[in-house]
């Protein structure tokens, strides 16, 4: 379907993490630069703080923030992100 999502590597519960990415205010119709600097440094997890999307919605069915994810994940660089670390995001809207 549309939003057919990615599958993230699994976090083990059982590994200390050292190395934890962090990033927020990824637009979905912009440059995705954060995405590939994420994965050059190559964390045990990342972390969305907030914003990993813009899908503001004003609609009652969430249109607008469906249309973001959908967007985001069209794109072959977020979907790559995805699929090269554990991942956790804030939902802040």
Known sequence: GV???PISPVL????R???IGLGSC???NRS???????????PELFLFMGDNVYGDSTSPDL???????AAALARP???TFREAM???AVWDD
């Open 12 to 15: 083990d519960p059982e590994k």
């Open 86 to 88: 554990p991942f956790a």
């Open 32 to 42: 995705g630069a954060l995405l590939a600097t994420a994965i050059r440094s190559r």
């Open 17 to 19: 993490l050292t190395r």
């Open 26 to 28: 990824f637009n979905q």
């Open 3 to 5: 939003l057919d999502v």
């Open 77 to 79: 660089d977020y979907r």
């Open 63 to 69: 249109d607008e923030l469906v249309g973001a994810y």
